[in-house]
C-alpha cells in the first residue's frame, strides 16, 4: 500500500485550484476587444459561442475571422491578446483555506503545463501560498514526462514517494506520479470530472472538494518510517 504520510504536497492547476473556463473567456474578451479596436468589428459573441458551444478551442480565430469574412493575419495579436491579458482570476473557493491549511506542515509546489502559468498564479491571487512552480511549456517538457516531477523532489529535497499530486484530469496528471510512488489525489470536479481513470491513470484517492486533502494526507515521520 502506498504511503499517505508526505512532506510536500504538489497541485496541477488548470481545472484543479480554479475554473480554467475563467481563463479562456477572459482571454476571449480581451482578444475580441482588440479586433475591435484594429478593425472595429465586435465579434466577442462569435468567439465566445465558437469556444465553449461549438468546442473550437483550437483556431478558435481563424474559423470566426474566416466565417465573417476577415484577414486571418489579425490572429497573432489576437492570440497575444488572448495571453496578456491581466483581467482577475477567481481560485476555486476552497483552494485558498486548503492551501493555508497544507503550508503550515508540507511544501507546497504547482506544476502545470497551461501557457502562462505563473501569470495566472498571480493573477489568482495564490502565488504567495505555493513555494515552487514548476511550468512544463518552458521547459520543452510535460506531465507526460517524469521529469517535472523529479524536479520539484529535488527542490524541496525530498524523496518523490513523499510527494502527493493533486489532478483533476487523471490520464495526464497520474500516470508519472503513480509511476514514482506518489501518492496521486484526484479532483472530481470541472470537464474531466466523468473521465475514466483506469490502470495507470487510477489514482490513490477521489476526492470532490479540495477541503478533503487535509484530511488525507499526515505528515511524514522520520522516526517511524524512512523513505
Ligand atoms: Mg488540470
Known sequence: ??????????????????????YARAGLCSAAEELRRRTGVDLTEEFLRAYFR???????FDVVLSEAGLADDHVPALVSAYHDNDAPLVPYPDAEATLERLERTYHIGVITGGTNGREKLSRLGLDDRVDEVIVTAERA?????PEPFVEMAKRFGVPETTMAFVGDRPALDFPQPNGLGMLTVRLMRGRYADAVARNAAAPDVAVSSLDDIPGIVTPFDEQLEQP
Open 1 to 22: 500500500m502506498r504511503r499517505s504520510s508526505v512532506r510536500a504536497v504538489c497541485f496541477d492547476l488548470d481545472g484543479t485550484l480554479f475554473d480554467d473556463r475563467q
Open 54 to 60: 461549438d468546442g473550437h478551442r483550437e483556431a478558435t
Open 141 to 145: 517538457d510535460s506531465k507526460r514526462s
